[in-house]
């Protein structure tokens, strides 16, 4: 166990020492979501032209608004959607390329810890490992994918006709004990993922086949669960912590934006110690 | 054994003219599905006219193939009928033995017809010839055997496991509508084809109805219960039913029974174990619309209300509304802030009102029914749960209900299909939900604008007090509001309302002004000759810093007077008319105050308005509100794209 905690409490180091790499991570994450919604914010513009009733929308969610908005200025909204899962799709490759880079990096550091850290070394790993990363994400992507079926083929095993049931309590009893199931599932990926993706760093193969079979076997090593939830722990305390000060703080908008990227910029530090944690751990 | 629940009705004085009064003894057979009942009708000529036919609805004929004028016009969704091939769960009703009182036997005289639509195949109206007719304004009993095929799970009727629910069931006589009531030049039978929309259109009268069923069902029906008879592995349930334009029952093993009072009217709940709980959402909920009612039309004046909140493989009856009976539909799982059980309830209870009380016509006139349960719908759900949390409050996601049906209106493509005055089955492709229901809500609630909302509820209890126990037409609705409008409001609607009925009931118009342009222009000296011929200069005078304009537009067609109101820099506004009529209207006035805002109805009273955005114009950029709301849209975006990377 102590293995673990010594893992965990180096992947802070690595933060704390490879400040620039958050701050980058940070910065594509708000550039590509203010790109995502330039559409969106033209489509406003042009919607509301210079009505008043804009700030109230502004102010809170408003239905009447926003279906006039639909109904009146509706060619639009397909547009604006659009480009924001365009943007999606994007990001979960910069995910990857980020995992990649900072695997390689701590990899890196390890080897030469007296080198100066250079920026460009975070996208040059990431560039090295990244293809392969992006493998195990869509290895782990088909696998939620016919979780996700199988799942469903169980939800709806007696049909779906609500006539033939008796009552939907048994339906709601399915539908939480697939939730759970999936978080569970999920949990197990996660680790499955971080690990393979260690190996792949580590051993620098080309074929990641003998990475995954390896990972598949440590993911239920007591170790490695333990050092997933310590990660996870901080993010569920914070993350509860965030949604109660959003319900309290929604006013002014600038202090409920400040603490939005406050809480963005925690869930990218989880990111990256559980990153670079899962290496110190695996090597 | 009998044993009574209910209190045995007194006799009371009659609400109705009581001209259809039923005597029923049913006999339910839970294993072949069928129903068998002798019928007293006694029924009474309203009329001056000798009456020589009877006309019947027998509703379950409209399930009793695929070539019914019901199925043609429905197309019943497969998933509704998906087996009714391999379970037979088609239906019939069939009348036997019919008699008059005088033992003359008129089998042989039954017909069916086909007043709507000539369709051969279609068997919901069936004609009986009278040997000793029926004269002015006597009364005459007539008894006849029928038995019925319950169907499986059909709209709002039919049985699917051990759940049974009775609604248009039994073989009901037609309305006899002497000349001069509602549009009838001559004396006339009023008895449609079962349609796929609309059902009601009856005479009021007494209900005196006993199910036998087997010992372990419980029953909700119409009426009160009178008293319970055990007879071996059966019982007989005996219901009263007095000024009621229908009967309605159900029964099931599974129901539990809630209880709570209003006033004199006990208010049962039967649900399924399972929902429960719902009953603290459907008793304040129902008490609450009760007395809104009571404050604001006139008193619920029946001893029983009943609320059915069917299990799931009952979904097929939920949602509708019967006399002292009504079905609502929720699921165990549904949160709080998901208000469909209690729209259900509210508006299936507001039926017992329009259309129960006051008889209109449901399939000619369909938005005297379902239009005003609409707009009292919102106004109670609102006053009851938040203009903007009454239909959903979930995750931050808010609507209102009349916010809600305005939006479905307006996003709805067959909006404009048919005009609010035609009859159920004239909604051939659509339209019929959006139009009688979410139409004439829109133009009601502007109509409560235009009157304000003390005018607007004298003028409706006077309509409900005038017509309770009645069945009026469109007529007596307008005639209603022109009277109390010449009266209350002469200056403003001296010829009445007939402009505004004849735009929003008769036409396919829409509704739409808005704010065109706002300018601020310096004010100059006068030049030029102006004072006299012999010079030509400025002239000096005392001016207002700016000539200021807002021009208003009307986009849509139909026209209504509106309320304009300009703001100044200071914060200062002053308010003007505009009757509407023109395409386009100015405001201008010599001001050292620039405009700053322009609104078009800034109270927002004309509901029916299509879009609202463009009623209000400030000449400030609103660059600043569209920042604001991209800003929670990029956040979200943000925390969205992490939360993915988070997962692979």
Known sequence: MSKVIESYKKGWQFLWNHKSVLCVIYIINLLLAYLSVGPLKN??????????????????????????????????????LSSLFTFIFIYVFWSSFTGAGVMGLVKKRKQNPDDNFKLVQFFIEG???????????????????????????FFSKDGLSVFEFESEVFLINRFWILIILFIIIAFFGSIFRDIARSFIVIEDQPNILKSNIKALKSIVIVESIALSLINLI????????????????????????????????????YRIVRCASFLEFTD | MVFCLGTIQ?????????????NMDINLDTETKKLNCSTILTWTNPSADTISELYFHLYYNAFKNANSTFFKERGVPDWLTSDIDETCGWAYSHVSNFKDDAENDLSASLEYVQPDDNNPDDQTVLKVTLAKPVMPYQTQKFTFDWEAKIPKTMPRTGYNKDFFFFAQWFPKVGVYEPAGMRFAEEGQWNCHQYHSSGEYYSDFGNYEVKMNVPSNFIVASSGVNVGIEKKGERKIWHFSGHDIIDFTWTCSPHYIINEDNYKQTNIRLYTYSYKDHLKERYFPTIKFCMQFLDEHLGTYPYKTLSIVDPPIHGMFTGGMEYPTIITSLSFCFFPEGIKTPETLVVHEFIHQYFMQMVATHEVEETWMDEGITTYYEGRILDAYMG??????????????????????YFSSDSRKLAPNSAKSWHYKHGGYGDIAYNKTALWLQTLEGLLGVELMDALMKKYFQTWKFKHPSRNDFIAIFNEGVKEALPEKYPNGLDWFFQQVLFGTNECDYKVKSITNTESEAPRGFINNLDDCSAVAATLKKYNSQVI???????????????IFEDGSSQFFSWDGQERSFDVSVATDLKIVEARVDPEGIIMMDRNLINNYMTVQPVSGSVRKIVGKVLTKMQHLMESISLLI
């Open chain 2, 10 to 22: 007194a006799q009371q004085p009659a609400l109705s003219n009581r001209v259809a009064n039923y």
């Open chain 2, 387 to 408: 203009e903007h949390t009454s239909t959903i409050d979930v995750l931050g996601f808010k609507c209102g209900n009349k916010e809600f049906n305005r939006a479905e």
């Open chain 1, 234 to 269: 901080p993010l569920v305390i914070i993350s509860a912590l965030y949604y109660l000060l959003r319900n309290v703080l929604n006013e002014p908008f600038i202090v409920a934006f400040i603490i939005s990227q406050i809480f963005l910029l925690f869930r990218i530090i």
């Open chain 1, 43 to 80: 489509y406003l513009e042009s919607a509301f032209g210079s009505s008043t009733l804009a700030k109230k929308l502004a102010d809170k969610f408003d239905y009447t608004i926003i279906m006039d908005v639909i109904n009146n200025y509706g060619v639009g909204v397909g547009v604006s």
């Open chain 2, 552 to 566: 208003f537009q009307r986009d849509g067609e139909i026209t209504v007077p509106q309320n304009l109101q300009i």
């Open chain 1, 127 to 153: 560039a090295i490992y990244f293809f392969r990363f992006l493998r195990v994400s869509i290895y782990l992507l088909f696998t939620y994918a016919v979780v996700l079926f199988l799942m469903f083929k």
